[in-house]
């Protein structure tokens, strides 16, 4: 395995947030490699999202639960009502916000306080609860996830609709990308894994490319995660080499522009 002198590091979010935190870290002197673990695909009906978007001056909150549920949704949006408030978990999402022209010096933006505890429960604590009580918010996400937020607004008396904006699939383990994991899994490398769910995929990539010795050589690499939940993960899955950091790209380059 390579020492930390040379190894890449290794970018797993969608594609479209990949190639920006690689150039950044290509800047700093580090190779990346984009080995994207979640594909981010469009609602082949999108008539329910475009519909509810359609209604969003009716709610007093949305909830956006990452950055492609923001870029999903202001594909619809020609201009954000001043009036209705913004949620997001992280700074990837308080960022994607910006790139459509949302900033808390024009937008009502509630994002956690912690950077290094970004989910539902602390943008939960960073909420007026009160004054959304009998009150609808939307909350926008892929097909599936987690109902933390959705159930803790309802306990609090918000009118919630969970609004599907995207889905969210594994990859397929071609030949190409087949290549590019065994020679990784040879090398050694810093791995930025951003969701629980993509390091699962990711095991699964290397137990159908390499056998259960694939993921022995995995479990002896470094994961970067942004979320304490995501480490905790990791430490389940037999990873022992796992740096936390806050939310956000700048936390990420910081942790590793020194490893190099």
Aim: glycine fraction near 6%.
């Amino acid at each position: 395995m390579a020492n930390s002198s040379n190894r890449p590091v290794v970018i797993t979010r969608p594609q479209a947030q990949a190639e920006p935190l690689a150039q950044k870290f290509s800047a700093l002197g580090r190779k990346a490699v984009v080995f994207p673990l979640l594909d981010i695909l469009p609602l082949p009906d999108q008539s329910a999202l475009k519909a509810a978007l359609a209604d969003v001056g009716s709610y007093a909150m949305v909830a956006f639960v990452s950055p492609n549920a923001i870029d999903a949704a202001f594909a619809h949006i020609d201009r954000w009502p001043s009036h209705v408030a913004l949620a997001v978990v992280g700074e990837g999402s308080k960022t994607a916000l910006a790139r459509h022209g949302l900033t808390p010096a024009n937008a009502t933006i509630y994002c956690p306080v912690d950077p290094h505890r970004t989910d539902s429960q602390t943008l939960l604590e960073a909420l007026d609860l009160d004054a959304l009580r009998g009150k609808r918010a939307m909350i926008l996400r892929g097909e599936t996830g987690r109902e933390l937020l959705a159930d803790a607004l309802r306990d609090h008396g918000v009118l919630v609709d969970q609004v599907a904006a995207y889905r969210r699939a594994g990859p397929v383990l071609d030949d190409a990308k087949t290549a590019i994991l065994l020679r990784l899994l040879d090398e050694g490398a810093d791995w930025v894994i951003t969701s629980s769910e993509a390091l699962r995929y990711l095991l699964q990539m290397v137990r159908d490319a390499a056998g259960e010795s694939g993921v022995v050589k995995m479990q002896q690499q470094r994961l970067v995660v942004p979320h304490v939940r995501i480490a905790e993960t990791a430490h389940s899955l037999g990873f022992n080499d796992v740096l936390q950091t806050a939310s956000g790209d700048e936390p990420l380059l910081a942790a590793l522009q020194f490893q190099a």
